[in-house]
């Protein structure tokens, strides 16, 4: 039979053992074995995983390498989306600076035509605001919040632009109105002498419908247009004698009679109180005055409603 010697190092010097059991050193050649297996084992593996871990490190690159690509093409994609965005924003900007130009002018003549004074409706001056203190929200100002406010902006004012002209509209014709329709009187020094109705007839002395006012006063007065229009006759009519007719537009027409002198000519335009002719007796009168008519829809009607509008 042979022995298993184990030899042991110690300060004290060198110790043997002696191994004869044959159950006890098949147990330790065992542990030797599987130390051995275990160690090349993972020799093995170490070899295998750092074999294997240079195809894995090219894949991590690789997939790295895929993703800073993606990730910058993100980026770029983003890029342009907010440029894209910007300049939408400045195209919306300049279209609300083009409306608001339009709304101060609007503005403006809309204060001419309403005759307000300047600093009573200032439409280049921001108005005052304030007030209590708000309650803040906790919501965050986004690029979609952002274009929903210009939005909302751009349709209140084109809102405000219509409602404007409208309003510029309808002014503008009532002023055209008061321009072209007879008001005030049609003489500049002067005073009704008849009135418009039945009277006595100043040569038959029967009663007769006079259809219009008669005006009299100093020899020359001038005679005035009593709204803006045109000259649709100037010269002889029978017993008008000599006569102005002016077509005022909307229906209206006004005649002045028995001058001495007409001072317009047909086709010329006139302006409201602009002189058209000498007070005179041309045609049948008996003295010096001003025969006024006024016709609606070529009709004759009483001109004392249009004279007393100031």
Known sequence: ??????????????????????????????????????????????????????IDSDNVLKNMQSQVSQKQSEVQEFKEKVNRELDSLALQIGGLYAQSARINALGDRLTQIAKLEDAEFDFTTAPGVGGAGLELTNEE??????????????????????????????????????????????IRNG?????????????????????????????????????DGVVIWSGKRGDYGKMVEIDHGSGYITRYAHMSETKVNVGEKVTKTQEIGIMGKSGRATSEHLHFEVLKKNTKVNPWPFISKK
């Open 191 to 227: 005073w009704i002498s008849s009135s418009y109705g039945t009277r006595t007839d100043p040569f038959t002395g029967k009663q007769a419908f006079h259809s219009g006012l008669d005006f009299s006063g100093k020899k020359g007065a001038i005679i005035q247009a009593a709204a």
């Open 141 to 186: 100002n986004t690029p979609e919040n952002l274009f929903e406010s210009l939005f909302s902006i751009k349709e209140n004012f084109k809102q405000q632009e219509e409602q404007l002209l409208l309003l510029s509209e309808l002014l503008e014709e009532k002023d055209l109105d008061q321009q072209i329709k007879p008001s005030g009187k049609p």
């Open 1 to 54: 039979m042979k022995n298993l010697i184990v030899l042991k190092q110690s300060k004290t010097g060198t110790s043997s053992y002696h191994l004869s059991d044959n159950g006890l050193r098949r147990k330790l050649i065992t542990l030797v074995t599987l130390s051995f297996l275990t160690v090349l084992s993972a020799g093995i593996g170490a070899g295998y995983f750092l074999f294997n871990g240079d």
